[in-house]
């Protein structure tokens, strides 16, 4: 009985590992600039101006807080002077924590499942500020 519990010990053990290294694999490869479209969207409602964003590197961290890194950042001008740019940035980081983000990653690809990309946010799935727990630029 003693040895059968060991072994059932040993498999469970072994199945932990694979999946915890299966999830940092997958986390790992996941092209975060898929929610790109999305993220832009968000800031330009969020803004009431025009944003660009060129390319988005998420660095992830299960220890800590993980860092969004956010390239070539363009913000426009109001309506009426929309040909000028506001602002513009060559890289911006956000330190976030990593289980508010992956939450806030899951509703959004909810969100590109059923609805169009687009279309300005609802309550439940837009962009939550307490996410980031420092910004530099």
Known sequence: MGKMLRNIFIALFILIVV?????????????????????????SVALGRDVKIDRI????????????????????ELPPLQKETFATAAHVQAEVNLADLLSQLKSWQKSEQ???????????????PSLVKSLKA
Not at 62 to 75: A, D, P
């Open 114 to 128: 059923g609805e169009n990309a687009a279309q300005p946010a609802s309550s439940e799935n837009e962009f939550k």
């Open 19 to 43: 999946l915890i290294g299966g999830a940092i694999w997958f986390l790992k490869t996941v092209d975060i600039n898929k929610f790109k479209p999305y993220l832009v969207n968000e800031l």
């Open 57 to 76: 590197k998420l660095n992830l961290s299960f220890l800590g807080t993980s860092v969004v890194h956010l390239y070539g950042i363009e913000i426009g």
